[in-house]
């Protein structure tokens, strides 16, 4: 099972980025994909969550209005477009796949993304 981030970067205040996840090694369309982030000294949060078939998608209210959370079930890609930038969005991204199969629950993590705005 891998979850690969990138598109991670140094970007200006209102600028845009655009990550992706790219996973392999599980069935994506059956999981819920979501992205978390993680700056120095605070906890890892919940920045937007997606459910397997995309119909229900829950934000952050930090980022509601700026972030989208998109799936491409056919490139087993999902991807966070984030829009007017701020530093305090300033962060450590991974993704995260949740689901089940016969075997039971599981839950993978990627290994993350820098993104630093800087303002």
């Known amino acids: 099972v891998q979850l690969v981030e990138s598109g991670g970067g140094l970007v200006q205040s209102g600028g845009s980025l655009r990550l992706s996840c790219a996973a392999s090694g599980f069935t994506f369309s059956s999981y819920a994909m979501s992205w978390y982030r993680q700056s120095p000294g605070k906890e890892r949060e919940l920045v937007a969550a997606?459910?397997?078939?995309?119909?229900?998608?829950n934000y952050a209210d930090s980022v509601k209005g700026r972030f989208t959370i998109s799936r491409d079930n056919a490139k087993n890609t999902v991807y966070l477009q984030m829009n007017s930038l701020k530093p305090e969005d300033t962060a450590v991204y991974h993704c995260?796949?949740?689901?089940?199969?016969?075997?039971?629950?599981?839950?993978?993590w990627g290994q993350g993304t820098q993104v630093t705005v800087s303002s």
């Open positions: 997606m459910s397997s078939a995309g119909g229900n998608t």
């Open positions: 995260r796949a949740q689901g089940r199969d016969f075997f039971g629950l599981h839950d993978y």
